[in-house]
């Protein structure tokens, strides 16, 4: 069984010192990402602004269902994410791991999901330099709204799979006894990643979901 | 890292919140309120990213560097947004071609 | 070698070794490929940007010898769009960039701020990394036939029309600006938590406060530049029309979000210069700098007010007139807190005890250089005049002087005050200060020049140019060659000095700062005990009552 306490790395002073390190770094990560994103968000934003009708009627071609669900699925991840800290930080380690395993699940299921999604805009022949037509009068408006939903929603995918990586190697820790009540830093600075990701997915879900007027 | 100062209930009631303001945010949409539509759902989408970060991510418990951190993230995509947008929207406000 | 003028104490031939360096404390190419002590690393970054800066170098040579004559007779001109455009993606993004921040940086913050290390050591040797990646990548574009966007990648040419390696490059850059992000963010979360007992905020050197700055643009602009290539490349590889006109796209807004990013680069570029300035200006007049606190607010001001300004860079490209006051409004207003700091470098010289080693050479340099590159951005800042001098060699001299009479002469300034501490051995002084000399001479005789023919009117980017103009272009190419003997020198003494120069003592310029408390070179972990601090930075004053007292 390894022992949390030999965590201590060689540059801190002390476990405080290395936990508010580790928390500052994941929040400063999660601003260069903010950054990342909002480029892409303020390039949909312009085009919006000059082609509201086209992307109105992107809008109208998304998954409404599909993508409700998955926001759905995604802020359960979150509960099961929070509630798996909240374990660990009253050391019931078994609980922690089920929760974690249950939020990397839940975040598969949000990939199937969207896979299906990916696999319907294609046979729907709407995918931006792999197979495109729209018989619309805003055919290169729409086009444009596909290719900020695919970049978008795949760099969110991506983001997602890497946290899904991250929370399964966590539970892994877990169930050979690396954390306890005082020392589950790791499982707290991915909870933020998870959160945040979670975030990101908010905003995509409103702009490209629900505008349309159905 | 602090205490559980967040209990397991108020995280179920957090997430209760988060999908109800999910399907007022999809009733709404259904609904053709011209730009307002965009704007309530930004709203919306904002309340939910707070109860995502105050709540779920308990920010609020952390040290004023870290609000700091999470300010300026914002305070920065809003730069980015606000300047661009200063070129686009006042476009062709003179009459002059190109300016 | 001591003589009279020099104050450098040189310790006997033979030391006595107590505590192995970070140098020798472990061997074998694997200690050092796979070290997470930010010392090597800085070692690291050094030889990589220095190879960097050779490649980038000889594009520019190659390009001042084409510009020996009107007619465009040394090579084609797709051939010049290649060469400008890898010598501006290297000594940008492959130089510059990096330089100070990841080689002194990487050195002296942990040493500065009394911590064993940065807080994330792995993450650091990480960048190191993924910048070589990024590099070889970019130069296996060069090597496969070039890219001629310009290192600007305008659309739609880079994403639609340019038949060259752009998507090589174009990712490339995208990794290389992680690498940046990385740095960034170990130097932001080391500054704020890994300070020693007594290091407060407004106790800590000019250097770090000026990384610091450094790092907080570094990590809110860059991830821009990164989206920004990644939709470069996809647009390139996928055909979708993102920036395309004939798809409904604006490539203006490409140039939106490469100059969000691009124009505070150049901020990341100057700011550790200038932190590296207060220390030579400080230890050189042994004076404490004057208006400290002013100093820090300026490097704030000056990282905060860089993100306002980008659309400078667009004046002419079809943006509103009315964006374009705001933007030429915020250009002058960022001009005001580098102002302030070469009034007080200024200031801190004035009654100041003056010694002109090699690093106060560059210092001054730097300073009459930085100057006039500054006052020539107030030229451009005006719409008016932008109208006239936009995309001609006015603004390449203009940035040059910042660049290369700025920031490149700062890193050699500091590369040389610090060599003792890096290396534990002196380097030749009397050569180095010719050195010095010489690329003074060399850098104003390349770039002068280039001021009045852009004013004439010689357009940037041009291998071919009316045969008026040619008396101009020789000077020009002529310093270019002095400025490139010139670099040539350091690149040779400063390796011979690592096994032949003297020994230099813990401390050779008597200088306050805690990375001088420990030994040259210093151990593993900086400290055997961890200092505790109890002084202001630049404490000479206290250093002479201590000295006086015995």
Redesign the interface.
Known sequence: MASPARALREQFRDPQQQRDTATMGMFTFMATEVMFFGGLFVAFAVYRMYYTAGFMEGSREMELLIGSINTAVLFTSCLTMSLAIHAISIGKQARCYWLLILTAVIGLLFLALKFLEYFLHYADHKVPGIWFDSSSPHAHAVQLFFFFYFALTGLHAIHLSIGIGLVTVLAFRTAIGRFNAEYHTPVAIVGLYWHFVDIIWTFLYVIFYLPGFR | ????D?S?KQ??L??VA??VL?LI??G???M?LGWV??FI??V??VM??AI??FV??QAYL??T??HI??G???L??L???T??????I?????PIA?? | MATKEEPIQTVARVRVVETPSYLTAERGILSWVLTTDHKRICMLYMFSITCFFVIGGIAALIMRLELLTPAGDLVQPETYNKLFTAHGIIMVWFFLIPSIPTTLGNFLIPQMIGAKDVAFPKINLGSWYVFMIGGLLALYAMARGGVDTGWTFYTPFSTTYSTTYVEAAAIGVFIVGFSSIMTGLNFIVTIHKMRAPGMRWFRLPLFVWANYATSVVMVLATPVLAITMLMVAVERVFGVGIFDPKLGGDPILFQHLFWFYSHPAVYIMILPSMGVISELIAAFSRRRVFGYSFMVYSLAGIAVVSFLVWGHHMFTAGISVYSALVFSLFSYLVAVPSAIKVFNWTATLYKGSISLQTPMLYALGFIGLFMIGGMTGLFVAALGLDVHLTDTYFVIAHFHYIMVGGAVMAYMGGLHYWWPKLSGRMYPERLAKVSALTIFFGFNLTFFPQFVLGWLGMPRRYPVYPPDWQFLNILSTAGATVLGLGYLLPLLYLPWSWKHGPFAGNNPWRSTGLEWKNASPPPKYNFEVTPIVTHKAYDYEGMKEELRLG
């Open positions: 890292m602090k205490e559980p967040i397991i995280y179920v957090a997430y988060l999908l999910m945010n999809v709404i949409a259904f053709n539509n965009m759902a930004l919306i989408g939910q990213v995502l970060v779920l991510m952390e040290k560097v870290i951190v999470m300026a993230a914002v920065w995509f730069i980015l947004v300047l661009t947008f200063a070129d686009y006042t476009r062709n406000w003179l190109g300016k």
